[in-house]
């Protein structure tokens, strides 16, 4: 069974603090995993799809890699605009998305 | 136009109420999604419509009926809801089913609450 999984579950940030959220998945066969950002109360906003271990795309204040096991989301100097909840979803070739619970990010002035 | 756009933004209903939620789309997506999304939690998967016919219903209890009259629309018909049935209703689609580079574009969903 697809298996997703986020850490940590909350962040607090200081602005200007970089750090890294986690993105762990198990899944056969993977097609695809994605980020999203998801402001409160509103629908999932597109990132990043990251398609093979080794990837890495960048937007930003915001870059994603990918390992065989796991996608990692730095954060650069964020501001406070960037608090919010991030998902990573993954997708197996013939399956639906499966997203993992999301980080709930702060970022305090 | 790359947008998913949901009406209405808020509903509060009662639990004898019949209402309905209604997605638009205009990218030339083929398949179309349903999610239902607790506090705090992540999107779950309702329904999913490929080339307007229903390929995944996920156990969805009958008080939810979903409707695809054509490939730019979606409609979610809600009848005799429960109190625990209030969530935020995302609508998303994609060019086919389980495919798309960006995966899926959501809507910004309808905020529901069952009184």
């Known amino acids: 069974e697809d298996q997703v999984t986020q850490s940590p579950e909350a962040l607090r940030l200081q602005e200007g603090e970089s750090s890294s959220l986690n993105c762990s998945y198990t899944?056969?066969?993977?097609?695809?995993l994605f980020w999203y950002r998801q402001d409160p109360g509103k629908g999932p906003e597109f990132l990043f799809t990251?398609?093979?271990a080794g990837e890495e795309k960048e937007k930003e204040r915001l870059k994603a890699t990918l390992t065989k096991k796991e996608s990692f989301l730095h954060i650069t100097a964020p501001k406070p605009e960037d608090s919010a909840t991030y998902l990573c979803?993954?997708?197996?070739?013939?399956?639906?998305?499966?997203f993992g619970p999301g980080t709930r990010l702060s970022v305090l002035p | 136009d790359t947008e998913v756009t949901q009406t209405p933004k808020h509903l509060v209903m009662g639990m004898t109420n019949k209402k309905s939620l209604k997605c638009e789309q205009h990218?030339?997506?083929?398949?179309m999604y349903w999610y239902k999304q607790k506090a705090k939690k992540p999107p779950e998967l309702m329904f999913v419509?490929?080339?307007?016919?229903?390929?995944i219903n996920e156990s969805v209890p009958s008080r939810f009926s979903p409707e695809c009259p054509n490939s730019s629309l979606l409609n979610l018909h809600l009848h005799a809801l429960q109190p625990e049935d209030s969530a935020l209703y995302l609508c998303?689609?994609?060019?086919?089913?389980?495919?798309?580079?960006?995966?899926?574009?959501f809507g910004s969903g309808t905020r529901l609450t069952v009184v």
């Open positions: 998303a689609s994609s060019q086919e089913a389980r495919t798309g580079v960006k995966g899926y574009t």
């Open positions: 899944v056969s066969g993977l097609r695809g």
């Open positions: 990251l398609y093979s």
């Open positions: 979803a993954v997708q197996a070739y013939g399956q639906n998305f499966v």
């Open positions: 990218m030339g997506h083929r398949a």
């Open positions: 419509y490929s080339y307007e016919k229903l390929s």
